[in-house]
């Protein structure tokens, strides 16, 4: 046993001082021949030329940049990365054309080929770290589609990817390999980068028009990025190589889910279309949630909306909230709203005069609508129990400009109105009446006295004292 281990040792040794001794004879071939040290001047020459065009490049782009402003911002953040791709890119091109005359004027090319290739890899890696401005893309290029380049330029590929794809395993009747994981984080991420772009320019396109209105606008954008994703989840797994006749079965388990657990999820979707379809909330509206929930529509979301209310809060409202509850929407068809103020005087005042008062208080302010059918008024509500309650109503053009302000203003009006002639406005009085009631104070402390005080109180309780003369005294006493 011992034997048959040295001897498998001594033949590897053997094997690897062969390999080893190939490597020199082609090292010491490649070095004897001429032609070598030229390839290998050639490139250091382009290389040094790339690198100087490059430098020079970057330099001219980093002075100030004359003209229009509007360009300078955008020109300034996208020249410097392409500024970095001009000396690889120079490189490339260069080291191609010097192989294809090298193939003409000597006998081989394989050095300005290899450097090629690397400078392939050179400017991959560049536009990757100068152009990509995703984490994630950035590292699954560096460590995936960089090396895999690499292993490309060297013929060593394939190799690789037989190894990856004897690592398999079988997941219903579909099999998943190594290689296709790989292949699916690379197709996914680049695709779905891909789509984020596209999505925000679509949506910018979409918002430009000005002849749709913002409900319609949003909606065709939800739909073209929903329209979008499916498009590029099926090409992504049509380029990973799985079937797509495998996915009925996650389909109707996709199925299952929405009925019980994506329920309300689905539900909050179906809703936020049929918002955008119906327009009965647009972007901008003054709305109020029968929680309570009152602010302007911010957002319009595929799950949930945002009420911005006035305190600042961002609130997300479900989209179902919107369609299965009461919503105020107090801009949806005019952005008119009514201002009521509620006041009461005392039963000895003028009315008509009190009428009066509190109703040129609202005629009088600046804020109020001077619209012929909105003008405001003032009624005779009730009798109550301390006080005579009139009810003011007023409408103001735009309620985006607050309520609470108008309604302030007005009631400073109506209490100097009716301070000036003389109306009261009184507050709510109650009269107490305690009948049989046995209160019990407890045995209060007594006060410290004086002496005056004590001596009148000697004299109360010895009133005989006083008044009996003393031979009456020892009369008594014999």
Request: some cysteine; overall charge negative.
């Amino acid at each position: 046993m011992a034997q048959a281990d040295s001897s498998s040792i001594n033949s590897y040794i053997a094997e690897m001082s062969n390999h080893t001794s190939d490597a020199q004879a082609w090292l010491l071939a490649y070095i004897q021949q001429p032609h070598t040290y030229t390839q290998f001047a050639i490139i250091v020459g382009i290389l040094a030329l790339a690198l100087l065009i490059g430098r020079l490049a970057q330099k001219k782009i980093a002075e100030p940049i004359e003209g229009d402003r509007s360009n300078i911002r955008t020109i300034r953040k996208i020249a410097p990365r392409l500024a970095a791709l001009i000396a690889p890119a120079i490189s490339v091109i260069l080291l191609i054309a010097a192989a294809r005359l090298a193939l003409r004027f000597m006998e081989t090319a394989d050095i300005l080929e290899t450097a090629t290739r690397l400078a392939t890899i050179w400017l991959m890696w560049t536009a990757i770290r100068s152009l990509v401005n995703s984490p994630l893309i950035r590292t699954i290029g560096m460590w995936i589609l960089v090396p895999a380049a690499f292993l490309h330029a060297f013929n060593e590929l394939g190799q690789v990817i037989e190894a990856l794809e004897a690592a398999s395993f079988d997941v219903g009747k579909v099999e998943i390999s190594a290689y296709t994981i790989v292949k699916g984080i690379v197709f996914f991420s680049v695709l779905f980068w891909m789509g984020k772009f596209l999505s925000q320019s679509g949506g910018e396109y979409i918002r430009r028009k000005d002849g749709l209105t913002v409900s319609t606008q949003e909606l065709l954008v939800k739909l073209f990025d929903i329209a979008l994703y499916i498009i590029l989840f099926i090409v992504s797994l049509d380029l990973i190589g799985i079937d797509l006749t495998a996915l009925t079965v996650f389909s109707g388990a996709l199925g299952v889910g929405l009925g019980f657990g994506l329920q309300k999820i689905a539900s909050n979707f179906i809703s936020g279309i049929i918002l955008l379809s119906e327009k009965s909330v647009t972007l901008g509206n003054l709305v109020e949630m029968d929680n309570g929930t009152f602010g302007y529509m911010r957002k319009l979301g595929a799950r949930a909306s945002v009420i911005e209310t006035f305190d600042g809060k961002e609130v997300m409202v479900p989209n179902e909230d919107f369609i299965t509850s009461r919503v105020a929407n107090l801009t949806h068809t005019a952005n008119t709203g009514r201002v009521d103020v509620p006041v009461g005087v005392s039963y000895g005042a003028d009315l008509a005069e009190a009428h009066d008062c509190i109703l040129a208080a609202a005629t009088e302010y600046d804020g109020a609508s001077k619209d012929d059918d909105l003008q405001p008024q003032c009624f005779l509500r009730s009798f109550g129990d301390s006080s005579v309650n009139f009810l003011l109503t007023f409408w103001i053009d735009d309620v985006h400009s607050g309520r609470w302000r108008a309604q302030s203003d007005v009631m400073f009006a109506v209490w100097n109105n009716l301070k000036d002639a003389g109306i009261e406005i009184p507050f709510p009085q109650r009269d107490l009446h305690i009948k049989d009631a046995k209160i019990d104070f407890g045995d209060k402390a007594r006060a410290p006295k004086s002496e005056d005080e004590d001596e009148d109180e000697d004299e109360d309780e010895n009133p005989a004292a006083d008044d009996t003369p003393a031979g009456e005294e020892n009369d008594k006493a014999a």
